[in-house]
């Protein structure tokens, strides 16, 4: 059993054991008969198809174990022996799976998508140019005008014919993929020029770390980002990422841009190599003195000194050339910062066309200022037109109120001392009954000290209520005779 089979056997539910037969059959003689069980197997098939795709587990001949096709599917004899199943064969309507495939524009045939003519935007298939074809394609991909679709197989033969297949799905998400590792990096204006080569380094392994995309992969990539979305500018050797409403061609700037880096590039592996290939030398030369072989030492170190020669020729080169890709950086940058002030000037300048210039903004102003003196004007009238308060009244029915409280508060303490008086005469009434109790009592001794305790105690409150009450006395008086009342 194939990789290619195995991955599809453990990966795809729709291939189970029991389904087999039937995806294995000649289906296509259902899409009359029984149109869901014949759309059935042909998504099963397309799907595990651009799944294992997408994995890098469709291998060919053409390609090395590391560069693998993704983004195509390469449609033969050979496709068929990894799908060949010890139990069941090879399947025999995969034909038509590749037919519905073109039909709903899940795959497109490489060289149909690399013609000028040819959008994915589009709902239809359209007339292709013949002279873009070769006489052997121009007859596979004939159209088909009853129902405007392109087919790739002979009707009712049941044969591959040998093609590439654009898988769209997996051309979109390659695609996404690139855009974001672009995106998520904090690059200059230079960071977003590349060379085809570099574009590949780069991105060769977006939709998996272990296996690269191949180069049928690359170039409808590229294809679908410059014409399909308009994420870059393409032209054949030089890549550009747009941002924002930065959509301008590539120039011969940026070409320069680019070869620049990838010298850059180059050099600065020639001399990490050098370096390498010095410490090497180095540790032979000392090895081969060790074992008294100074014929084999003095060879190392001439080597050795050759290769520094070089080393230092390359570093020095780098230096130069990263100093002008510096300053390229710079003045790249200064005209990005240009274009934002002179977009800035225009804004600026719309805005000052809309408020009508300074004068305008004056009058405005003096306006504002004109209307609220009118609100403060208004506001006196109406305080104005309110009634007339005599300030005299105001201040007699002040002092009746004081007047009034000062009386309220005078009787309430009347009637406090009132209350004392009465406690008073109730001690004093005590202080005089205390010897007669004594005398009747047997126990007098033990009892004369509380006596006398409470006969001190009522004397000195009698004494304290006599000094509140002779107060009370005078305020009263003094109150009826409306003279001031000094405070305490």
Do not use: C
């Not at 389904?19 to 069980?37: C, E, H, I, M, V």
């Not at 005209?335 to 300074?358: C, D, F, P, W």
């Not at 109730?426 to 009592?441: C, D, G, I, N, V």
Request: proline letters at 3%; charged letters at 30%.
């Amino acid at each position: 059993m194939t990789d290619l089979l195995e991955y599809i056997l453990s990966h795809e539910d729709a291939f189970r054991k029991n389904r087999l037969p039937s995806l294995y059959s000649d289906f296509a003689l259902q899409k009359d008969t029984n149109p869901d069980g014949y759309a059935v197997n042909v998504a099963a098939w397309e799907k595990a198809l651009t799944n294992a795709a997408r994995t890098g587990h469709v291998t060919s001949n053409k390609v090395s174990s590391k560069k693998r096709d993704h983004l195509v599917l390469i449609a033969d004899e050979n496709l068929l022996h990894m799908l060949e199943s010890p139990e069941w064969g090879r399947p025999v309507a995969l034909a038509s799976v590749f037919d519905e495939a073109i039909q709903k524009r899940h795959m497109v045939p490489l060289e149909v998508y690399k013609s000028n003519n040819f959008s994915l935007s589009t709902s239809r298939w359209r007339v292709l140019d013949p002279g873009l074809l070769s006489p052997w394609n121009v007859m596979n991909w004939s159209l088909r005008q009853l129902k405007g679709l392109v087919v790739g197989t002979d009707n009712g033969s049941g044969k591959i014919r040998t093609q590439t297949l654009v898988l769209v799905d997996n051309l979109k998400e390659a695609a996404k993929q690139v855009l974001h590792v672009q995106g998520s990096q904090k690059a200059s204006s230079l960071d977003r020029i590349y060379s085809k080569e570099r574009f590949t380094n780069t991105f060769n392994a977006v939709l998996g770390d272990d296996t690269e995309l191949s180069d049928h992969d690359i170039q409808a990539l590229l294809i679908y980002l410059s014409r399909d979305i308009k994420a870059i500018s393409y032209d054949g050797k030089t890549i550009k990422f747009h941002t924002g409403n930065d959509k301008f061609p590539v120039t011969p700037e940026d070409t320069t841009i680019a070869h620049m880096r990838d010298l850059i590039s180059n050099l600065t592996e020639q001399t990490s190599r050098l370096e390498q290939k010095i410490n090497e030398l180095n540790a032979n030369a000392k090895k081969a003195l060790a074992n008294k072989n100074r014929i084999s030492a003095l060879s190392a170190i001439k080597n050795k000194k050759i290769a520094e020669h070089n080393l230092n020729q390359r570093a020095n080169t780098l230096h130069q050339l990263e100093e002008v890709f510096n300053k390229i950086e710079q003045s790249a940058d200064q005209i990005e910062i240009v274009r934002v002030m002179q977009a800035s000037t225009g804004v600026l300048r719309s805005l000052h066309a809309q408020m009508g210039g300074i004068e305008t903004v004056e009058d405005v102003v003096e306006n504002l200022r004109e209307e609220m003196s009118k609100v403060d004007e208004v506001g006196n009238i109406i305080n104005e037109a309110g009634p007339v308060i005599d300030e005299g009244e105001i201040d007699d029915e002040l002092e009746a109120l004081e007047t009034k409280e000062l009386r309220e508060k005078e009787e309430a303490e009347a009637k406090a001392t009132r209350q004392r008086l009465e406690q008073l005469e109730s001690h004093e009434q005590a202080a005089q009954e205390a010897p007669a109790r004594l005398a009747e009592e047997p126990k007098a001794a033990e009892t004369m000290e509380d006596v006398d305790s409470e006969l001190a105690k009522s004397i000195g409150q009698l004494s304290t209520m006599s000094l509140n009450d002779s107060k009370a006395s005078e305020r009263e008086e003094k109150l009826e005779t409306k003279e001031p009342v000094p405070a305490e």
